[in-house]
């Protein structure tokens, strides 16, 4: 069972309002990623980070943040949130290997009135 | 342009039934991977396949990666409504690790 945590679980606010998406593992991986999910459909990579104070954007344009400023905690901020934003954010973490598996924590539902 | 194309999108079928779901690409991979997410949940693996025309069994559920390492299938062997959820194929792809397919959503009626 993997050890990765998201919290919170659901989140429903305003436009305009800043959030911060947290994200722990307690594997000790050096990987870690930020996936959008809208309902049912494929995962979009938003960010990922390779270990401390390492992180890059992925393949869909966000208009949020990371920060890695420790192996454990990967947090994911939106300065202003739209309407646009509201989704599903998966957070992922991997060992470095010939095969990486990907542990994924439950996700976050966001919804931004 | 989708790396991984899974087909079909979405399936729909009674309980009992066998199945079988296609992830394909034009690129060799070194190996794929298959997650099971669902409703409500983060993805889950289930199996990672190697080695071309490899077969692998989880009980009522048998991956087969291709020959040429471009394309993989899942079948489900009587399937149960516990079966329902989005599958995902994925394959390593330079620097960062994974890429996903796009899914084939399945639900087993009762």
């Known amino acids: 069972e993997a050890d990765i945590y998201q919290t919170p679980r659901y989140l429903v606010i305003g436009t305009g309002k800043k959030i911060t998406l947290e994200c722990s593992q307690t594997?000790?991986?050096?990987?870690m990623y930020w996936y959008q999910q809208d309902p049912g459909m494929e995962l979009h990579l938003i960010h990922y980070?390779?270990?401390?104070?390492?992180?890059e954007k992925g393949d869909l344009s966000s208009e949020s943040t990371v920060s890695r400023i420790r192996t454990e905690h990967f947090p994911l901020t939106l300065e202003s949130a739209r309407p646009s934003h509201t989704s599903q954010y998966l957070c992922?973490?991997?060992?470095?290997?010939?095969?990486?598996?990907?542990?994924f924590g439950p996700g976050t539902r966001l919804l931004v009135l | 342009t989708q790396l991984l194309e899974q087909s079909p999108q979405f399936l729909s079928i009674q309980e009992g039934e066998n199945l079988t779901v296609y992830c394909n690409s034009s690129?060799?991979?070194?190996?794929l991977q298959w997650y099971r997410q669902e409703p409500g949940e983060g993805p889950v693996l289930l199996v990672t396949?190697?080695?071309?025309?490899e077969v692998k069994k989880l009980k009522r559920l048998t991956f087969q990666f291709g020959d040429a390492r471009k394309d993989s299938s899942l079948h489900i062997t009587a399937a149960q409504p516990g079966d329902t959820g989005l599958y995902l194929c994925?394959?390593?792809?330079?620097?960062?690790?994974?890429?996903f397919g796009s899914g084939t959503r399945l639900q087993v009626q009762p």
């Open positions: 992922a973490s991997s060992e470095s290997g010939a095969q990486e598996t990907q542990y």
């Open positions: 594997m000790g991986h050096d990987k």
């Open positions: 980070s390779y270990g401390v104070n390492s992180t």
């Open positions: 690129s060799v991979f070194s190996s």
């Open positions: 396949v190697v080695t071309g025309g």
């Open positions: 994925a394959g390593p792809t330079g620097r960062r690790a994974l890429t």
